[in-house]
C-alpha cells in the first residue's frame, strides 16, 4: 500500500512538472508573440503637415495594436465613421510616431474635438501616413470676391476672427478682439473653403489697426453699400469647365439703374426685356471668369445671356484651362546646410515626379511675382508628392539602417523666394531632423 502511494506520489509529480513545463513554454512562446518599440518620437513637422482622417481599416489603441496589453480605445467602425465624417471637428492631429521591432509603424493621434487619442497602424514608413491613416486637407484655396476693402464685421459674437478657420485646425484659436472697434473696416487678403462642409472663409486685416488679423466666416463680413441677392433681383452665373464640374460662381444683384424705364425688377422677369443694356450679362460673365480659365469658345450656353429670368440660379457658362505662359521649374534644398539635394540622395534616383496638371500650381499666364500662398496647396501637404523626401537608406556605425526622411519647410521656403518671379527657378526647402 505503502509503495502504491509512492508511486501515485511521483507519478503525479511528473505530471504536474510536465504540466508547469508545458505553461512555462506556453508563457513564452505567448510573450515572444508581442512586437516591442524600437522607437518613439515626437513628430518635428509643421502641424498643418500632420492632420489625418482615419479610413477605418485599423482601430485605436492605447499603445501600438500588437504590443502586450494594448486595448481599444474607438472600433474601426468608429473611425470609418470619422473618416467620412461631413464635420471638421472629426479630423485627427498626429503628434508622435514609433516603430516596432517589425517595422511597423504606429502614429499617436487626437482628434480635433479631443474625444478621441491613441496609438493607429500607419504602414510601414516613418513620415507617410499609410494603414489605418490618409492625410488631410482640411481647406481648399478659393476665389477672392472682385471687392476687397472696405468690408464691416457684422456679429463678431456670432461670427469672430479666428488665427485658422475654427476646426480647420487642432486647437484652432480665436484672434485677441481687444482693440476692435465697430467702424473698423477690413480688407480680404486670401479665400479659402473648408473641405469637409464647404464654408467659405476670408482672411482680413483691419485698416485701422493692422495687429487684428484672421480668418472670418464669409457670412460674418459685409460690403461697402452691400445688397441682400434675392430671387427678386439676381442671377447666379455658375462656370464649368469642360468636364462639366464647377470652377467657380458669381451672383449678379441687378441695379434699378440698370432696368429700362417702367420695367419691373422681379422674379422670372426676362432680361431682354427689361435691362437697358442686352448685353450686360455678357459683360458680367466676361468680368468674373475665374483665374485660370476663359471663356470657352467651342460651348456656349443653351440659352443667350438675353433670355435668362431673374432669379435664375444656375446659368451655367462653360471655360477652358489657360495654357500658362511662364512656368516655374523647382529645386530641392536642405534647409540644415543649405546644399541642393541631389537626386542621388533620394530613394529612386529621382525627385517627385508632378503631372502636367499638378505643375500649373507654379505656373501664371504673366511674369509677376509668386504669392506665398502657393506653398499652401494640398500638394506640400501630400506625403506622396511634396510634404517629404525619402532618402536612400544609410548603414550606420551599429550596423543598424537608417532612412533619412526630409520633411518640407514651408517657413525656409516663402523666405527663399520672396522676390520670386513666375518663370524664376523656385526653391523648396526640406528639413532633417536631428536625432
Given at each position: 500500500?505503502?509503495?502504491?502511494?509512492?508511486?501515485?506520489?511521483?507519478?503525479?509529480?511528473?505530471?504536474?512538472?510536465?504540466?508547469?513545463?508545458?505553461?512555462?513554454?506556453?508563457?513564452?512562446?505567448?510573450?515572444?508573440?508581442?512586437?516591442?518599440?524600437?522607437?518613439?518620437?515626437?513628430?518635428?513637422?509643421?502641424?498643418?503637415?500632420?492632420?489625418?482622417?482615419?479610413?477605418?481599416?485599423?482601430?485605436?489603441?492605447?499603445?501600438?495594436?500588437?504590443?502586450?496589453?494594448?486595448?481599444?480605445?474607438?472600433?474601426?467602425?468608429?473611425?470609418?465613421?470619422?473618416?467620412?465624417?461631413?464635420?471638421?471637428?472629426?479630423?485627427?492631429?498626429?503628434?508622435?510616431?514609433?516603430?516596432?521591432?517589425?517595422?511597423?509603424?504606429?502614429?499617436?493621434v487626437v482628434s480635433f474635438n479631443g474625444v478621441y487619442r491613441g496609438?493607429?497602424?500607419?504602414?510601414?514608413?516613418?513620415?507617410?501616413?499609410?494603414?489605418?491613416?490618409?492625410?488631410?486637407?482640411?481647406?481648399?484655396?478659393?476665389?477672392?470676391?472682385?471687392?476687397?476693402?472696405?468690408?464691416?464685421?457684422?456679429?463678431?459674437?456670432?461670427?469672430?476672427?479666428?488665427?485658422?478657420?475654427?476646426?480647420?485646425?487642432?486647437?484652432?484659436?480665436?484672434?485677441?478682439?481687444?482693440?476692435?472697434?465697430?467702424?473698423?473696416?477690413?480688407?480680404?487678403?486670401?479665400?479659402?473653403?473648408?473641405?469637409?462642409?464647404?464654408?467659405?472663409?476670408?482672411?482680413?486685416?483691419?485698416?485701422?489697426?493692422?495687429?487684428?488679423?484672421?480668418?472670418?466666416?464669409?457670412?460674418?463680413?459685409?460690403?461697402?453699400?452691400?445688397?441682400?441677392?434675392?430671387?427678386?433681383?439676381?442671377?447666379?452665373?455658375?462656370?464649368?469647365n469642360p468636364a462639366g464640374q464647377s470652377v467657380g460662381d458669381y451672383?449678379?444683384?441687378?441695379?434699378?439703374?440698370?432696368?429700362?424705364?417702367?420695367?419691373?425688377?422681379?422674379?422670372?422677369?426676362?432680361?431682354?426685356?427689361?435691362?437697358?443694356?442686352?448685353?450686360?450679362?455678357?459683360?458680367?460673365?466676361?468680368?468674373?471668369?475665374?483665374?485660370?480659365?476663359?471663356?470657352?469658345?467651342?460651348?456656349?450656353?443653351?440659352?443667350?445671356?438675353?433670355?435668362?429670368?431673374?432669379?435664375?440660379?444656375?446659368?451655367?457658362?462653360?471655360?477652358?484651362?489657360?495654357?500658362?505662359?511662364?512656368?516655374?521649374?523647382?529645386?530641392?534644398?536642405?534647409?540644415?546646410?543649405?546644399?541642393?539635394?541631389?537626386?542621388?540622395?533620394?530613394?529612386?534616383?529621382?525627385?517627385?515626379?508632378?503631372?502636367?496638371?499638378?505643375?500649373?500650381?507654379?505656373?501664371?499666364?504673366?511674369?509677376?511675382?509668386?504669392?506665398?500662398?502657393?506653398?499652401?496647396?494640398?500638394?506640400?501637404?501630400?506625403?506622396?508628392?511634396?510634404?517629404?523626401?525619402?532618402?536612400?537608406?544609410?548603414?550606420?556605425?551599429?550596423?543598424?539602417?537608417?532612412?533619412?526622411?526630409?520633411?518640407?519647410?514651408?517657413?525656409?521656403?516663402?523666405?527663399?523666394?520672396?522676390?520670386?518671379?513666375?518663370?524664376?527657378?523656385?526653391?523648396?526647402?526640406?528639413?532633417?531632423?536631428?536625432?
Open positions: 500500500m505503502i509503495l502504491s502511494l509512492k508511486k501515485s506520489f511521483y507519478f503525479g509529480l511528473a505530471v504536474a512538472s510536465m504540466i508547469a513545463a508545458t505553461g512555462f513554454a506556453t508563457s513564452n512562446a505567448s510573450a515572444k508573440s508581442y512586437a516591442r518599440i524600437t522607437s518613439n518620437q515626437v513628430m518635428q513637422t509643421a502641424p498643418q503637415n500632420r492632420n489625418v482622417t482615419t479610413n477605418g481599416t485599423n482601430a485605436l489603441y492605447t499603445k501600438a495594436g500588437t504590443l502586450r496589453g494594448a486595448r481599444i480605445i474607438a472600433s474601426k467602425y468608429t473611425l470609418q465613421r470619422y473618416g467620412s465624417s461631413k464635420q471638421s471637428s472629426q479630423y485627427f492631429r498626429a503628434y508622435r510616431v514609433a516603430t516596432t521591432n517589425r517595422g511597423a509603424v504606429y502614429y499617436k496609438w493607429i497602424y500607419g504602414g510601414r514608413v516613418n513620415g507617410t501616413f499609410a494603414g489605418g491613416l490618409n492625410p488631410a486637407n482640411t481647406m481648399a484655396n478659393a476665389n477672392l470676391p472682385l471687392q476687397k476693402t472696405g468690408y464691416t464685421l457684422t456679429n463678431t459674437k456670432k461670427y469672430t476672427l479666428w488665427v485658422d478657420p475654427k476646426w480647420s485646425q487642432y486647437k484652432a484659436k480665436q484672434v485677441d478682439m481687444s482693440s476692435y472697434s465697430p467702424s473698423d473696416t477690413f480688407t480680404i487678403t486670401d479665400a479659402a473653403t473648408k473641405t469637409r462642409e464647404q464654408y467659405l472663409y476670408y482672411k482680413v486685416t483691419d485698416n485701422n489697426n493692422s495687429a487684428i488679423v484672421g480668418w472670418v466666416y464669409s457670412g460674418g463680413v459685409a460690403a461697402p453699400n452691400s445688397q441682400q441677392a434675392t430671387k427678386d433681383n439676381s442671377v447666379k452665373v455658375t462656370y464649368v451672383t449678379w444683384i441687378i441695379q434699378k439703374t440698370d432696368l429700362k424705364a417702367g420695367a419691373t425688377l422681379t422674379n422670372g422677369a426676362k432680361l431682354g426685356d427689361i435691362l437697358q443694356k442686352a448685353t450686360q450679362l455678357t459683360d458680367i460673365i466676361s468680368k468674373h471668369v475665374p483665374t485660370g480659365f476663359k471663356l470657352s469658345a467651342t460651348q456656349i450656353p443653351t440659352n443667350q445671356p438675353t433670355e435668362v429670368t431673374v432669379g435664375a440660379d444656375n446659368y451655367l457658362v462653360h471655360v477652358d484651362p489657360v495654357t500658362p505662359n511662364f512656368q516655374s521649374p523647382v529645386a530641392y534644398y536642405l534647409t540644415n546646410t543649405g546644399q541642393q539635394i541631389s537626386p542621388s540622395q533620394l530613394v529612386g534616383n529621382s525627385y517627385p515626379i508632378l503631372t502636367d496638371a499638378q505643375m500649373t500650381i507654379f505656373s501664371s499666364q504673366t511674369q509677376g511675382t509668386v504669392p506665398a500662398k502657393v506653398f499652401d496647396n494640398a500638394l506640400f501637404s501630400d506625403p506622396n508628392k511634396l510634404s517629404s523626401l525619402t532618402g536612400v537608406p544609410v548603414t550606420n556605425a551599429d550596423g543598424t539602417i537608417t532612412t533619412p526622411v526630409y520633411y518640407f519647410n514651408k517657413q525656409s521656403t516663402i523666405a527663399a523666394n520672396s522676390e520670386a518671379k513666375y518663370g524664376d527657378t523656385l526653391k523648396l526647402y526640406y528639413t532633417l531632423p536631428q536625432r
